[in-house]
Antibody
Framework: EVQLLESGGGLVHPGGSLRLSCAAS????????MSWVRQAPGKGLEWVSG????????YYADSVKGRFTISRDNYKNTMYLEMNSLRAEDTAVYYC???????????????WGQGIVVTVSS | DIVMTQTPLSLSVTPGQPASISCKSS???????????LYWYLQRPGQSPQLLIY???SRFSGVPDRFSGSGSGTDFTLKISRVEAEDVGVYYC?????????FGQGTRLEIK
């Protein structure tokens, strides 16, 4: 059974930093690309970032480029999102999602984690 | 970026009746490999999204056959043949042919 468990969320001041983790199980982690998708309170879904199965290719939404860094440790079956220079508009539930293939492009998400709340506020 | 537009934004359906949601993309989602990268997700209240349909019309594992997807190019439809109480939630279409991946605004389905 595929399981994705996010952790590391919480309350942070504007300009602060936070590191999210996504622990994966139930599949061969290194064979699949992974992604972060967020949902602001009462809003729709926004793709944030994606990383290939090997970790060699990373992609970002313009809204987070230069501030967020996605990475993965295929030995620990864990994906990360390092978030710096956080803004109020980054407040959202952050979901970890598994792609259906090893590449980030031309494939959608087949499994999602339960989500973790990030609140940016003074 | 590819803009995904869903209609209607909300739907109220009597149990046992059909429902239909439209999704239009600002660019064709047909890839040169012949596949069309259009997906449908359901987000039940208080839950994370779950995959219903991939590549326009393929039902994901465990998805009831009352859900069906159709369409091509830029126009797509999700149909529920007979709505049940458990189908309540927000339905999203998503394109995955070009980055950034983009979603429709969501269609909220409620039961009458």
């Amino acid at each position: 059974e595929v399981q994705l468990l996010e952790s590391g969320g919480g309350l942070v001041h504007p300009g602060g930093s936070l590191r999210l983790s996504c622990a994966a199980s139930g599949f061969t982690f290194s064979s699949y690309a992974m992604s972060w998708v967020r949902q602001a309170p009462g809003k729709g879904l926004e793709w944030v970032s994606g990383i290939s199965g090997s970790g060699g290719s990373t992609y970002y939404a313009d809204s987070v480029k230069g501030r967020f860094t996605i990475s993965r440790d295929n030995y620990k079956n864990t994906m990360y999102l390092e978030m710096n220079s956080l803004r109020a508009e980054d407040t959202a539930v952050y979901y970890c999602a598994k792609y259906g293939m090893t590449t980030v492009t031309t494939t959608g998400f087949d499994y999602w984690g339960q989500g973790i709340v990030v609140t940016v506020s003074s | 970026d590819i803009v995904m537009t869903q209609t209607p934004l909300s739907l109220s359906v009597t149990p046992g009746q059909p429902a239909s949601i439209s999704c239009k993309s600002s660019q064709s989602l047909l890839h040169s490999n012949g596949k069309t990268y259009l997906y449908w997700y359901l987000q039940r209240p208080g839950q994370s999204p779950q995959l219903l349909i991939y590549e326009v019309s393929s039902r994901f594992s465990g998805v009831p056959d009352r859900f069906s997807g159709s369409g091509s190019g830029t126009d797509f439809t999700l149909k529920i043949s007979r709505v049940e109480a458990e189908d309540v939630g927000v339905y999203y279409c998503m394109q995955a042919i070009h980055l950034p991946i983009t979603f429709g605004q969501g269609t909220r389905l409620e039961i009458k």
